[in-house]
């Protein structure tokens, strides 16, 4: 007997290249049926025509600060609500705690709202030796830095990720050094570009000399934050031609013309403000005492002395190149959704019903199939979670089931939690863990370690 039947769904067949109409039984959280049949079942969902989606996998995202006794999960509520199954944190170098007590605490919990796994945040281990953003590390401190990512390696990081342009002092080499230490080719390494705007190009040729010379698979992060200011079109034909040479390199974007990050960050230091920014008042700070405010010279030099870690962001991104990557033949979709005490950007919490409503339905840019590929299947396999994102015999069953007619993105700048119309159901393990709406259980995922994958 079946766990869960559904049925009247239509679902993708990656390998088939379509959508296909079936019945997909569960048993024990995985799919053990695809036909036309109806087993018995405990429980029969009816799809009504929907799409039966693998759960989305959030390649790109910044997880929960948990290290308080008292800190809940807020941007991992806003994953699952938009579809979210599975979501890799520590990007762009930096964790919010060590994975040791990031996976404590989870099973303090008892679960967490969505399966994660994490990167090995390579700034974050400067900092934990007490590294400036300017100050380059000195071979004692380089020993120490290999020393801690091997820590995080052996706690279950998928790999490592790099803020090259949080820490400018970060040298090729030092990273070349880090990355000597993913021997496993399942491993993923990740990067925040080196510049963005006028430095886009170059940053991309290094990131894919990363990948090159060390052999590892290699992400490069949010392309949108780093080439839609009048580099996309120049960017994503290297990146095609440097993925033809070198298949280990790829990239995520996200589907905004604005991107956030801390206000007290390198990225608002002068030098670093003059590559992207031509008017000030693009930036927007999301906390009181500026709320909702476009910064002046005055307003974004006092919220840096002294509101560092409010978020700020940025609206400097053209549509028109947003789309253009979206829509590129390789690449693939994650939120970079980042909070602080729950305020931040609304790519948190509306970035894959966006994707799926404004540029699959409304403006018809990508094709649904290709766009769920972007979602699912392939950060899967980036991942090497070769149970996730699919739909096949066998696999886990992670599913969100929405309406392609009306699913769509509520969340404003002004107001980020205002959740996704169109979605259903989102299933993990099995288990419903959210049912038209209303969060059914928010402790259904688990941290997934590196060492628990198959080949």
Known sequence: MMDLLIINGRYPDFQAAQIKKANIGVRNGKIVYLGEDMPEAKKTLDAMNQIVSPGFIDI????????????????????????????????????????????????????????????????????????????????????????????????????????IEYDPAITYDDMMEALALLKDKRYLASAHYRESGIGAIESIEEMQRLSKDSGVKFQISHLSSCSATGQMEESLALIDKLISENPLLDFDTYPYNAFSTLIGSEVFEE????????????????????????????????????????????????????????????????????????????????????????????????SLLD????????????????????????????????????????????????QPEGISYVIIGGEIAMQHKEIVSDRLGRFISFHQRED
Request: hydrophobic share 35%; glycine share 10%; aromatic share 6%.
């Open 271 to 366: 030098e670093c403000l003059n590559q992207w920014c031509e008017d000030i008042s693009a930036i927007m700070l999301t906390k009181e005492p500026y709320k909702n405010t476009y910064c002046t010279k005055e307003i974004l030099d006092e919220a840096r002395e002294k509101y560092p870690d409010m978020m700020a962001v940025g609206f400097i991104m053209n549509e028109e190149e947003i789309s253009a990557a979206i829509s590129s033949e390789h690449g693939m979709i994650g939120s970079d959704g980042i909070l602080f005490g729950g305020d931040g950007h609304p790519r948190a919490s509306g970035t894959f019903p966006r994707v799926l409503g404004k540029y699959v339905r409304e403006e018809k840019v990508i």
């Open 60 to 163: 790109h995202m910044h997880e929960d600060d948990l290290l308080g006794e008292d800190a809940e999960y807020i941007i991992g509520n806003m994953m699952l609500k938009m579809g979210v199954t599975t979501a890799c944190g520590g990007n762009c170098g930096i964790q919010r705690q060590r994975l040791a007590e990031f996976k404590d605490r989870v099973a303090k919990l008892g679960g967490s709202p969505v399966n994660m796994v994490m990167f090995a945040g390579y700034n974050q281990m400067r900092y934990e030796l007490g590294l400036g953003h300017y100050e380059r590390a000195n071979e004692h401190q380089r020993e120490s830095l290999r020393t801690l990512l091997e820590e995080e390696l052996r706690e279950g990081a998928c790999g490592i990720s790099f803020g």
């Open 371 to 418: 766009a769920l590929a972007k979602m699912t299947v392939r950060p899967a396999d980036r991942l090497s979670l070769s149970d996730k994102g699919r739909i096949e015999l066998g696999a886990d069953a992670d599913l969100t089931i929405f309406d392609e007619t009306t699913i769509i993105d509520g969340a404003t700048y002004e107001n980020i939690d205002v």
